[in-house]
């Protein structure tokens, strides 16, 4: 099995940052995609960010590209979202996941473990 443990979030101004971590632990990545997907209240899991664990191969949602950073530490499984010029519409509880490499990367479905999730709320 594999535990995935989210840090990081908590309450920021619009403009702010933040920068959150995913802790695996349980297994060796390898031929891995690792994602950031985000829910509000009331809607979907949303696609964030995903990297390729071995190539480092990163792809991020509209909403996010330009103003998000995902990034991986092979040596301490950990993967992390540097967000920067935070917007309410942020606000949403961040789930790191965890999957064999797959081209749907953007879906929910294609990883097999999840964090608890960790709030971020952007203020006005």
């Known amino acids: 099995q594999v535990q995935l443990v989210e840090s990081g979030g908590g309450l920021v101004q619009a403009g702010g940052s933040l920068r959150l971590s995913c802790a695996a632990s349980?297994?060796?990545?390898?031929?891995?995609?690792m994602g950031w997907f985000r829910q509000a209240p009331g809607k979907e899991r949303e696609f964030v960010a995903a990297?390729?664990?071995?190539?480092?191969?990163?792809y991020y949602a509209d909403s996010v590209k330009g103003r998000f950073t995902i990034s991986r530490d092979n040596r301490k499984n950990t993967v992390s979202l540097q967000m920067n010029s935070l917007k309410p519409e942020d606000t949403a509880v961040y789930y790191c996941?965890?999957?064999?490499?797959?081209?749907?990367?953007?879906?929910?479905?294609?990883?097999?473990?999840w964090g608890q999730g960790t709030q971020v709320t952007v203020s006005s």
């Open positions: 349980g297994r060796t990545f390898s031929n891995y995609d």
């Open positions: 996941g965890a999957g064999p490499y797959s081209a749907s990367y953007y879906s929910a479905g294609s990883y097999d473990y």
């Open positions: 990297i390729r664990w071995t190539s480092g191969r990163t």
